[in-house]
Nanobody
Framework: VQLQASGGGLVQPGGSLRLSCAASGRISSINIMGWYRQAPGKQRDLVGIITKAGTITYADSVKGRFTVSRDNANNTMYLQMNSLKPEDTAVYYC????????WGQGTQVTVSS
């Protein structure tokens, strides 16, 4: 499985960004996908995960602001981020598990005025 994340960038506090994660390879075996993030000097933390059936779990820090969605027909997962805060600044990684963990390459999100 290969994961390609895109859509990061610089945004002002209160702004929005939409990340995409395109999956390729053994995509028929993919059930669960998710987003993690890692801020400088910190561990990589869960943002949200989504099953193929559409069940979603969010980290408390992003509930009500971030939305994970998935287009199974196009093998793409999205992360809509609204009301962004400086503490959301991190490298965002997409993730899946197919026998083992697979990571995308990461995309930088910077929230700053």
């Amino acid at each position: 499985v290969q994961l390609q994340a895109s859509g990061g960038g610089l945004v002002q506090p209160g702004g929005s960004l939409r990340l995409s994660c395109a999956a390729s390879g053994r995509i028929s075996s993919i059930n669960i996908m998710g987003w993690y993030r890692q801020a400088p000097g910190k561990q990589r933390d869960l943002v949200g995960i989504i099953t193929k059936a559409g069940t979603i779990t969010y980290a408390d820090s992003v509930k009500g602001r971030f939305t994970v969605s998935r287009d199974n027909a196009n093998n793409t997962m999205y992360l809509q981020m609204n009301s962004l805060k400086p503490e959301d600044t991190a490298v965002y990684y997409c993730w899946t598990f197919v026998g083992r963990v697979f990571w995308g390459q990461g995309t930088q999100v910077t929230v700053s005025s």
